[in-house]
């Protein structure tokens, strides 16, 4: 049997599939949040402002088994905007299908298609699984990452 592998926007009808899926994501980073975050980061992904975060869902034969989240913005080193892809995930039962792979090019082309310039991310050190597909899809940077917490709610 082929299987169908979709990618299309999040929307509403997606929040049980979706709150899987982001459970998986947090827990996979052994995180957890309020359902209030939960609430409100998934009425950003169905907001219409072109300045909020947007999500996809990837379907493997009609079932939710990925998403993405990703932001365009501003960016002081270029005239159009960059995109930064914030949170990829696949459930671990469809890995191996193409899911990941088509969720980063489906952001690319959304986003080149708005005219940003860029498509970056960031992942784990240990996140060896993804780092080999993010390897062959984009250049590794020597970059490195500080978190100062302002407030947590």
Known sequence: MTKMLTIRVIEQRDRESWDRLWTGYLTFYKATLPAA???SSFARLLSADA???????AELNGEAVGLAHYLLHRD???VEDTCYLQDLFVDPQARGAGAGRALIDEVARRAKAEGASDLYWHTQEFNHTARRLYDQMATLTPFVKYDKPLSRN
């Open 37 to 39: 975050i939960y609430d």
């Open 51 to 57: 300045r909020e975060y947007r999500g996809l869902i």
């Open 76 to 78: 002081m080193w270029s």
